[in-house]
């Protein structure tokens, strides 16, 4: 399991990488995350909610109501252009860093 | 199955939430209580059980709340506008105005003319030339509370730029009416002396301001402001 300080840092980007597919209603966007990372990331409704109202507020992710076809209310949320913007360099730094901290616990190894 | 609307709308009360928002905030958190629910029952999860883990997924409602609260929370507009604009522009109009009525007070001194025909003269190149020296300190203060809190582009350059309206609209919207209304001043009007009016008195001053200005938007770049997080 990833360190839970690691694991809220990466945790936009986890929101943000998943919903680049395509919108997802929050239970989805937990699941796909879960999955995606074999269970290393798991997102409970409170670390998930004020998060995704947070990047909502920040104009990275939209939200807004739909209807499934079973006529369930679902309220669904959907990376915005400047989400998309925002997805390159975030990846890019964390991959970065992920690398630095690799070469880091590799030297400390050795 | 339980009733997750009324438990997260009990656990939830008192949340400080517009109504509309407040409801829309439960009806969510119950579906995903819901999916929560229904994934665990078709695991064969015990009733009981799924309930159990279902709870599980916050562990404490009062700071979920407060989370809520603070990441929903949306700072009016007019405290954006009065931090980024308003108040910035106000205070380099003012601190403007004040360097040029100290400049006038403690600057340089009108002196006794050698001619005996200009018994006294201001250097008015002189008191003006000092007053443009203070402006890009002034335009500088300006851009730092703008860009500080959050303004962008626009704002830092309408805030910074503010001090030459009153001159602005004294040259486009004051000399006209002055020149239509008053015979003495339409006899001393020339498009030279117009422009030198123009240029002293708006375009200088607005040059040197954002030059003070210019400098720190170079340290201090309004994008990327919204920073997603860091660990």
New interface residues.
Partial sequence: MIAS??K??T???AV?SVLESGPL???EI??HIEQQTKGSLRF???A????L???E????VQGS?ESSPNG????CYRLTATGKK?LVP?RKEWSQ?FVALRQLAGGSNA | MPDWRGLVRQRLTGIQLKEHEAA??I???A???E??YR?FLRKGLLEEECVQEVL?????WR??RA??E???K?EPAMNKRVSQFWFPAFLTLFLSQVALMLIQEFGPRDYLSPAASHPRMLPQNAVFAAWLVTLPLIGALGAYLSGRAGGHAKSIFAAVTFPVLPFLALVLIGLPLALIFDDHVARGFSIPLFFVAFSAWVVFPAMALVAGGWHLFHLRPWSGR?Q????
């Fill in positions: 300080g690691i809220r840092g945790a936009e980007l943000l209603h929050g239970y937990a699941r409970t409704l409170a998930l909610y004020p998060m109202y947070r990047l507020k920040l104009k990275l109501w369930r209310r679902r309220r925002k975030l860093l | 829309e905030v009806e969510e958190l579906d995903h209580l999916d929560a994934s599980r997924e916050v562990s404490s700071d979920l989370e809520i603070s990441s929903r949306r919204s997603v997080s860091g660990i």
